[in-house]
């Protein structure tokens, strides 16, 4: 079978790895819960390529999330629920309808803050229909009943607290969120003392829910930030590993207090460029 720039074939593609006896073994033992992990992981490639600026992996990346798309899409077909063309319908019509400032009569002729008035409105409608589609399910209890489950934790913590600040549940200034943050490290600090591990994983996770917080206050993503972080730990811990080579010192010889000062002129050169 030859590439091609057609969806169509890709979706032959899907369809023949998931053939019976014909097909990949390994394709058809998944099903959605097994594939969803594979989704988050490379939606999360698509941004590290980006964060890269990296166009020319961006576009296999996309491909690598396009295929988590159209796989889910197969594993529907066979149970008769939707298929791929059914996906492309829905979000195409939930992307005019929801910008009918685009497609509709009134297009070009809104201002910024009717979008969003007009955004918040259909997706009201839609969260009603939806609901009126499935009457048999209980209707959401809370405000935030809405925040996937299933998002990644420092995001879901983002969109939680995004939430509640709706309704005015909320610090008005970062320094109170910092203070909270002091208050969270000291509580941990008392459950080290205790020696109750439990506890400190539970305000450990209290600490990162206020570090979220203090980020969304000052206009700051923490998804990017910590991302920002873990690259420059891996900088500055390569710094180490090259000077230490470069002496003849093996990594697992050298002191923590060695590593520390290569830590901090690392830092430090850094700085100066």
């Not at 969803?36 to 690598?64: N, S, T």
């Not at 709706?166 to 203070?179: C, E, I, K, M």
């Not at 590993?241 to 207090?257: I, K, P, Q, Y």
């Amino acid at each position: 079978m030859t590439p091609s720039r057609d969806i169509d074939r890709l979706i032959d593609i899907m369809a023949k790895l998931r053939t019976p006896v014909t097909g990949c073994p390994w394709d058809l033992e998944q099903d959605f819960a097994t594939i969803a992990p594979y989704a988050i992981e490379e939606a999360y490639e698509v941004a590290d390529a980006i964060a890269r600026h990296d166009l020319e992996d961006l576009k296999d990346e996309l491909g690598d999330l396009l295929l988590q798309v159209v796989f889910h899409a197969r594993m529907a077909q066979e149970q008769n629920a939707f298929a791929f063309g059914d996906v492309v319908e829905a979000i195409s019509r939930k992307m005019i309808r929801r910008h009918p400032h685009v497609f509709g009569d009134k297009a070009g002729k809104l201002s910024p803050v009717e979008v969003k008035g007009n955004w918040d409105r259909i997706k009201a409608e839609e969260k009603a229909e939806r609901a009126a589609r499935h009457p048999g399910e209980p209707a959401p209890s809370s405000l935030l009943s809405g925040v996937k489950a299933g998002m990644p934790a420092l995001t879901r913590a983002l969109e939680l607290q995004r939430k509640a600040s709706t309704v005015g549940f909320d610090w008005n200034d970062p320094r109170a969120v910092l203070s909270k943050i002091r208050e969270e490290a000291d509580e941990i600090e008392a459950a080290l003392d205790q020696g109750d591990m439990s506890e400190v994983a539970a305000e450990t996770g209290d600490l990162l829910f206020a570090l979220v917080n203090l980020a969304r206050h000052v206009g700051a993503d923490p998804e990017t930030s910590l991302r920002n972080t873990n690259t420059k730990f891996e900088r500055r811990f390569a710094y180490i590993e090259r000077t230490l080579a470069a002496r003849g010192v093996a990594m697992g010889n050298a002191s923590l207090d060695e590593m520390d000062s290569l830590w901090n002129e690392a830092k430090t050169k850094e700085a100066a460029e």
